[in-house]
């Protein structure tokens, strides 16, 4: 049971808007900024949102992140079906100690 | 900047699993280092973080099988788990971990990741 936690699954057909969510506590997601990585089958994570709402270089504006309270979201616009993958939201608690999301499976319908 | 884990892919129960991450492109001393891994299937575990200086904290769940330990001459930093069981098989990622100083709190995040090894523990 993981201590971020995330929908198992999402889906959008092309084009659309789909939004993830993460839901925490004071102690990690309330206090501190909460990251999102992507993940495709048998390849590492990459960072997708750093900074609750910051985009890493190369990643594309159709990726958004935001939070407000103890929950965070990632917002996919535009939905393309190489999008189709796993997200990972994380985040830091108070002691710090690194927390993960348990993942929620993307499917582009 | 890159990363690249090496390592046994397989383990006996009840040894220990050895594994470093090289890194290139960075200074090993300007970061912390963290190692991440994913059973079969599943979702993504912290494992832990060291800095260079000697600085660790580890995942409590696991913090009694676990050390960490950087090499500055080779550049790279390695990872032990004792007393292995059937759980601990997995692929097993190395990260460098970025810390952003703000007003109050946290923010940390982990970029690049390497590859990843499996590893499977297995008699």
């Known amino acids: 049971q993981s201590v971020l936690t995330q929908p198992p699954s999402a889906s959008g057909t092309p084009g659309q808007r789909v939004t993830i969510s993460c839901s925490g506590s004071?102690?990690?997601?309330?206090?501190?900024?909460v990251n999102w990585y992507q993940q495709f089958p048998g390849m590492a994570p990459k960072l997708l949102i750093y900074?609750?709402?910051q985009r890493p270089s190369g990643v594309p504006d159709r990726f958004s992140g935001s939070k407000s309270g103890t929950s965070a979201s990632l917002a996919i616009s535009g939905l393309q079906s190489e999008d189709e993958a796993d997200y990972y939201c994380a985040a830091w608690d108070d002691s710090l100690n690194a927390l993960f999301g348990g993942g929620t499976k993307l499917t582009v319908l | 900047v890159q990363l690249q884990e090496s390592g046994p892919g397989l383990v006996k129960p009840s040894e220990t699993l050895s594994l470093t991450c090289h890194v290139s492109g960075a200074s090993i001393t300007s970061w912390y280092w963290t190692w991440i891994r994913q059973p079969p299937g599943k979702g993504l575990e912290w494992i832990g973080y060291?800095?260079?200086?000697?600085?660790?904290k580890y995942n409590p769940s696991l913090k009694s099988r676990v050390t960490m330990s950087v090499d500055t001459s080779k550049s790279q930093f390695s990872l032990k788990l004792s007393s292995v069981t059937a759980a601990d098989t997995a692929v097993y990622y190395c990260a460098r971990e970025i810390e952003e100083g703000i007003l109050t709190g946290y923010s940390n995040w982990l970029d690049p990741w390497g590859q990843g090894t499996l590893v499977t523990v297995s008699s």
């Open positions: 004071s102690s990690n997601i309330g206090s501190n900024t």
């Open positions: 060291i800095y260079y200086r000697g600085s660790v």
């Open positions: 900074s609750n709402d």
